[in-house]
């Protein structure tokens, strides 16, 4: 079961644990019969703000604050933590490799110094 499908089936009970019929709820939604019916069942048409005002009438509205929050898109986290690390080598690759150009430079002059 999709995540719009469980949405829907859930939105479905608590439309008749208020006991609501389809038409009653479709009328307060101002949607078409066809729409709530797609609706619940999870159909990915729908629009989101058909989505919004069920949750609305079931006093959830609330929860589409944190649907796309960057706080909770792991995949993203999991991008900057890779990037983080791969900057993290490059800056300690770069470091490494300055550290032996200073190392060659000093000891190519002490050379020049020994033979001059």
């Given at each position: 079961?999709?995540?719009?499908?469980?949405?829907?089936?859930?939105?479905?009970?608590?439309?008749?644990?208020?006991?609501?019929?389809?038409r009653?709820?479709a009328k307060?939604?101002?949607?078409?019969?066809?729409?709530l019916?797609?609706?619940?069942a999870?159909d990915?048409?729908?629009s989101?703000?058909v989505?919004?005002?069920?949750?609305?009438?079931?006093?959830?509205?609330?929860e589409?604050?944190?649907?796309?929050?960057?706080?909770?898109?792991?995949?993203?986290l999991?991008?900057?933590?890779?990037?983080?690390?791969e900057l993290?080598l490059?800056?300690?690759?770069?470091s490494?490799?300055s550290?032996?150009r200073?190392?060659?430079?000093?000891?190519s002059q002490?050379?020049?110094?020994?033979?001059?």
């Amino acid at each position: 079961m999709s995540a719009l499908q469980k949405l829907g089936a859930d939105l479905a009970v608590a439309r008749l644990r208020r006991k609501e019929s389809l038409r009653t709820w479709a009328k307060r939604l101002g949607v078409t019969l066809s729409t709530l019916q797609r609706l619940e069942a999870g159909d990915p048409t729908v629009s989101i703000g058909v989505i919004a005002s069920a949750l609305w009438l079931i006093n959830r509205d609330g929860e589409l604050r944190n649907l796309a929050a960057p706080e909770m898109d792991q995949g993203a986290l999991d991008l900057n933590v890779r990037e983080a690390v791969e900057l993290g080598l490059a800056r300690a690759q770069a470091s490494a490799d300055s550290r032996l150009r200073v190392a060659s430079t000093n000891s190519s002059q002490e050379d020049r110094d020994a033979s001059g």
